[in-house]
């Protein structure tokens, strides 16, 4: 696949999961995956999950700005950097952000999710 049709793929499917159904990201990350959400690093699968799910609000909705990619290593891997706007509900401004996936190949042909960085872009 194309890796910049393979990036929209993940980037669709994975905002779309976090804005309805966080608990659902489960499948994309693994024991070894990082997520580093403000400068707080979390491993693991079931960590990173217990983090989402417990940030201090329930409903948001991402607007995608720009999506970038690159083909990372000789083992297939994809460096995907987003950026774009995170709309909280009940709020009326939204807040600028930035993110940052490492995806590794599976031995069923599909993508997880090894390093994840997430900051709000504060001006």
Known sequence: MDPDALSKNFVDHYYSTFDTNRGGLANLYQDSSMLTFEGQKTQGSLNIVTKLTSLPFQQCKHIISTVDCQPSGPAGGMLVFVSGNLQLAGEQHALKFSQMF????????????????FRLNYA
Not at 102 to 117: A, E
């Open 102 to 117: 490492h995806l590794l190949p599976t031995p069923q042909g599909s993508f997880y999710v090894q390093n994840d960085i």
